[in-house]
């Protein structure tokens, strides 16, 4: 076989391809960012900027409008940026796939090519370890073969140059033991791997997130509009049938202005960007702990989720098989039939090669152990006819090793305690294996020990899986693993009670409907296809719950995709982390856990953000529309409001941002999919601090105070006071609303830059107000007046105390705001 030539290889690149998959489109940087102005809250903005520039020949019309479009492109930008920066990093990750050599014979040479360069009729050499690289039929040696990446299933398969399927390999499949050469038949696009990837074209549903904010935006717009129309009707009507003035250009253009003003007192033009701030931010946070985020709303989405379903192999289980217990009465006897009846025959840096998969495991096991100083004369090799393997000693003895039943039923003995062992360990989920020695030909067999193999469990999925019971996530394992071993890992890792157990067979023969009634009390399905995980997920959605998955292999992409969250396995392949939102570098159901805490903290900091903000933009759009009929003007600009907007929320956003995962968030239930962003308990605290604060603005711009006092200074210096007042007012009320709890700095040390970063707030406004100039409408202060305005909007802090202390008592101390 001396392969392909130079100019038959290019031949056949021609007409078949080469060995990489089509990436799906890229969506470039530019469309990223047109697609970013589809978000609720800045179509909103839109409008008003729309508006804005009808009346662009205004005297100040021009800064408002420049201001206006300032606040939806920065939204945009930082939205665009860290979706690209998160693609760049999955990007590094899938380049470390493709850097792997292949040993291929050509032009009679063998040689090592890149995976990438292999084509159609390569001849491939394939051995212990290698990835094969592409489909292909052995044509020479047999192998053994992991194939668990295609079809879920733990069981290796064996290969070797047969017809059929026997003789077929896959590309992306792992040989566990043997040595074959194959003749490349697919590649690319064209193999099993390649057709699967091309098929996930699933449109993902919108994240809860998304579903949240659009509630949110048409509310905020509903509510912004008509305040908008009211207003400007209001005046309309004040001027033309109370004061009998003729309708003129003039009096369109103020109720357009009031019209864009009351829109930009509604919006918070800061959320887009604060959640894009707060999500990025938190990004690096999890990569620290094992988590890459594909997809930002992907974290948030990770909080929301109330069912899981995940695989055993690797995931719940540490992914490989281990000596996990052994029974003898003769440990260096068994040591050495473990060692010198097996066909791995050298370790290199503690680890076995050649031979199959359970020797390089029992010859790895022994080689710590002290054994027996012996020769072989001659061996022979398992046979799964007869079931155990043979090796006859220079010494006379024969040590046996093989299937349990075979070698008792060799052995001489009574073996009652050692089958009532068996039989336990077997319910267990453990591979046993017996071992024997016969001292001469003719001689009885003795029984040396029994071997129990396991893909034991991790430890921390134990705990991990308790943690997301006591979160409300239902746990569904789906393995292509026999019903017993299955039931086995769920019971060890608790995911599995009295609860309901089902095959892929007896799944098939319920319908959707069935499904769903049982689904709840479902915690394990076994043998199960690729097709189950896709329907699971799909009935899981139809009921409202927020499905997450987990999958490394190629069989598990479909689902990964559909799946509300997909957690692809960072060892897993290609194309499941495509199709994945986050990647677990670890491949630790513990990780996963970790994802949903940070979602929830995530949740609960836009939650909180939510409160402060919207609290400020209410109470500006309720002055904006009260004060005007008070002869008041406007009180705050449209400048002002998108300084406060742009500069002071997004310092604002990345202050809560800061928060970290406290565990008491992952003793509560998830928020339901179709749960308004705003809940009651925050409508409550929104409205109580906006009609407080209102009618104290009113109060200061009304008051005698006001008028003999700070308007000596002119009508600007008294403005100017009033935007000090509401500012502080605001930054107080940012402590209010980080916490339920009367004490303000409860938990403060789960995000201490919160201070420091209020404290740049309130330099930045401090800044703004003897500095800001006629572009902000402000002038200096005396310090005794900018004393004042600092005592009257610490006002805030007692009276929200005692709206705080009301409810706890009649609620209790465990009220929680989010």
């Not at 396995?569 to 159901?589: H, Q, R």
Request: charged share 20%.
């Amino acid at each position: 076989m001396d392969g392909l030539n130079a100019a038959q290889v290019q031949a056949s690149r021609q007409a078949n391809g080469t060995n990489k998959l089509s990436r799906g489109k890229r969506v470039s940087i530019v469309r990223k960012f047109f697609t970013n102005f589809n978000d609720p809250m800045l179509k909103i903005l839109l409008v008003a900027l729309a508006i804005n520039c009808i009346f662009i020949f205004r005297s100040d019309s021009l800064l408002e409008t420049i201001g206006i479009a300032a606040a939806i492109l920065i939204a945009v930008i930082v939205s665009t940026l860290s979706e690209q920066s998160s693609s760049k990093a999955f990007e590094k990750l899938q380049l470390v796939a493709s850097h792997i050599n292949v040993r291929v014979t050509r032009e009679g040479k063998t040689m090592e090519i890149p995976i990438e360069d292999v084509v159609v009729g390569d001849i491939v050499h394939l051995f212990v370890g290698d990835k094969i690289p592409a489909d292909g039929k052995i044509i020479k040696g047999q192998i053994e073969v992991d194939q668990s990446l295609i079809n879920g299933e733990s069981k290796e398969v064996q290969k070797k140059a047969v017809s059929g399927d026997e003789g077929f390999v896959y590309s992306g499949t792992v040989v566990t033991s043997g040595e074959a050469t194959m003749r490349v038949t697919h590649v690319g696009d064209q193999t099993f791997y390649g057709k699967m990837a091309a098929e996930l074209q699933i449109e993902q549903p919108k994240s809860p997130l998304k579903v949240k904010l659009e509630h949110l935006a048409k509310l905020i717009s509903i509510i912004g509009y008509i305040g908008a129309v009211m207003v400007a009707g209001a005046y309309l009507c004040n001027a033309l049938l109370l004061n009998g003035e003729t309708f003129s250009l003039q009096h369109a253009i103020h109720a357009g202005t009031l019209i864009v003003s009351v829109i930009v007192m509604a919006v918070p033009e800061g959320l887009p960007m604060m959640i894009t701030v707060v999500l990025a931010s938190n990004m690096k946070h999890m990569l620290r702990d094992n988590v890459l985020v594909r997809k930002l709303n992907g974290i948030e989405t990770a909080g929301s989720m109330n069912i899981l379903f995940t695989d055993k192999t690797g995931t719940l289980t540490q992914g490989k098989l281990e000596v996990a217990q052994v029974i003898t009465d003769d440990p260096v006897l068994l040591a050495t039939i473990l060692r010198f009846n097996n066909s791995a025959k050298i370790i290199e840096s503690g680890r076995a090669v050649g031979g199959n998969f359970t020797d390089r495991i029992l010859m790895e096991y022994s080689h710590g152990q002290p054994v027996q100083n012996v020769e072989v004369k001659e061996q022979t090799p398992f046979n799964s006819t007869v079931k155990y393997m043979k090796t006859v000693l220079t010494d006379g003895r024969t040590l046996l090793k093989g299937a349990p039943e075979v070698i008792l039923a060799m052995s001489t003995g009574d073996h009652t305690k050692i089958k009532a062992q068996i039989a336990d360990l077997t319910r267990k989920a453990f591979r046993l294996i017996a071992c024997a020695v016969q001292q001469n030909t003719g001689s009885g067999v003795t029984l040396a020990g029994l071997v129990a193999i396991r893909d034991n469990v991790r430890p921390e999925a134990i705990i991990a899986c308790d943690k997301m019971r006591s979160a409300g996530i239902q746990v569904v394992m789906i393995t292509g693993d026999a019903k017993e071993t299955a039931v086995a890992v769920a019971r060890e890792t608790k995911i599995l009670k009295d609860e309901q157990v089902l095959t892929s067979a007896e799944l098939a023969k319920l319908s959707d409907a069935e499904v769903r009634k049982i689904l709840p009390n479902l915690r394990v399905v076994a043998r199960a296809l690729p097709s189950d995980k896709s329907r699971l997920v799909g009935i899981a959605q139809s009921l409202g719950l927020v499905a997450g998955m987990t999958g490394d292999g190629v069989n598990d992409a479909p689902a990964l995709k559909s799946a509300d969250v997909g957690f692809s396995m960072g060892s897993g392949t290609e194309v499941a982390k495509e199709a994945g939102d986050i990647v677990i570098m670890d491949d630790n159901i513990a990780s996963v856990g970790n994802a949903t805490s940070y979602g929830r903290t995530i949740f609960k900091s836009i939650r909180k953000f939510l409160i402060f903000k919207l609290t400020i933009n209410f109470v500006a759009m309720s002055i904006s529309i009260v004060a005007p009929f008070l002869g008041v003007g406007m009180p705050i600009t449209v400048l002002q409001m998108l300084w406060i907007n742009i500069v002071m929320d997004t310092l604002a956003g990345i202050a809560y941002g800061g928060e970290r995962p406290h565990p008491s968030y992952m003793s509560e239930s998830p928020k339901r999919r179709n749960e308004p962003i705003v809940n009651r308990y925050m409508w409550g605290q929104i409205l109580y601090a906006t009609l407080f604060i209102s009618g104290l603005s009113l109060w200061f711009l009304m008051s005698s105070y006001v008028q003999q006092v700070l308007r000596i200074h002119g009508g600007l210096y008294a403005m100017t006071a009033f935007f000090a007042f509401f500012m502080f007012i605001n930054i107080f009320n940012s402590f209010n609303s980080r916490t339920h709890s009367i004490n303000l700095v409860s938990s403060m040390k789960l995000n201490k830059p919160f201070v420091f970063i209020m404290s740049i707030v309130t330099a930045a406004q401090v800044l703004l107000i003897f500095f800001g100039g006629d572009v902000f409408r402000t002038q200096p202060l005396l310090i005794k007046h900018f004393m004042v305005a600092i005592v009257l909007a610490s006002m805030i802090l007692p009276i929200d105390m005692l709206r705080k202390l009301f409810l706890q008592w009649k609620y209790g101390k465990h009220l929680s705001n989010t």
